[in-house]
């Protein structure tokens, strides 16, 4: 089991930075992939970015790259979402998910290769 638990939500102004924090617990941490999803208002779940415990590789979603960054802290077993220049297109409930690895790694974009999920945290860009 792993047990995840987000925090960092909040409200703020477009043009803004919020840090999403994702603090892990349970089984073998490096053996996961750790995901990062948001679900819009009205919309379906969709795919932010993904980091591996094991070297820090990330990547990322289109509408976020150059904007969002995804870090690890494994001393911490924590997983962070720097967002900067936010936009209200960006309001959402933000999740941080694991994964096992050894899937494909187009398969990390698909919030069904996800084994465990947080509660979500509200991210609420104003304009």
């Known amino acids: 089991q792993v047990q995840l638990v987000e925090s960092g939500g909040g409200l703020v102004q477009a043009g803004g930075s919020l840090r999403l924090s994702c603090a892990a617990s349970g089984r073998t941490l490096s053996r996961y992939v750790m995901g990062w999803f948001r679900q819009p208002p009205g919309k379906a779940r969709e795919f932010v970015g993904r980091i591996t415990w094991s070297g820090g590789s990330t990547y990322y979603a289109d509408s976020v790259k150059g904007r969002f960054t995804i870090s690890s802290d494994n001393a911490k077993n924590t997983v962070y979402l720097q967002m900067n220049s936010l936009k209200p297109e960006d309001t959402a409930v933000y999740y941080c998910?694991?994964?096992?690895?050894?899937?494909?790694?187009?398969?990390?974009?698909?919030?069904?290769?996800?084994?465990?999920w947080g509660q979500g945290t509200q991210v609420t860009v104003s304009s």
């Open positions: 998910a694991a994964a096992k690895m050894g899937h494909s790694s187009g398969s990390y974009s698909l919030s069904g290769t996800y084994d465990y």
